[in-house]
Nanobody
Framework: QAQLVESGGGLVQPGGSLRLSCAAS????????IGWFRQAPGKEREGVSC????????YYADSVKGRFTISTDSAKNTVYLQMNSLKPEDTSVYYC???????????????????WGQGTQVTVSS
């Protein structure tokens, strides 16, 4: 059974850092594009960062470019999102997802991702 489980969320002060993890089971993440999405209360879910090992492409939303970094550990079948210089507007539930698309250069789009985690809350507040 394919499953994604996020962890690493929490409460952090503005300017702080967090690293989110997303562990996959039941399938090999290396064969899929991987995305991190987030959804704040009252807002639509948005793509934050996506990565495709097959095409070597990576995408970051303008709002996180230079602050967030997506990475993977094939041995652990896990994807990470390192978040630095966090801002209150980064407060959201963060989801990881996996999809069968080849390139992510155009962005992260929900409908292209088939497997989803349950989400982890990130709150940036003083």
């Amino acid at each position: 059974q394919a499953q994604l489980v996020e962890s690493g969320g929490g409460l952090v002060q503005p300017g702080g850092s967090l690293r989110l993890s997303c562990a996959a089971s039941g399938f090999n993440l290396d064969h899929y594009a991987i995305g991190w999405f987030r959804q704040a209360p009252g807002k639509e879910r948005e793509g934050v960062s996506c990565f495709s090992r097959a095409s070597g492409t990576t995408y970051y939303a303008d709002s996180v470019k230079g602050r967030f970094t997506i990475s993977t550990d094939s041995a652990k079948n896990t994807v990470y999102l390192q978040m630095n210089s966090l801002k209150p507007e980064d407060t959201s539930v963060y989801y990881c997802a996996a999809g069968g698309l080849y390139s992510v250069v155009g962005g992260c789009f929900e409908h292209e991702y088939h497997y989803w985690g349950q989400g982890t809350q990130v709150t940036v507040s003083s």
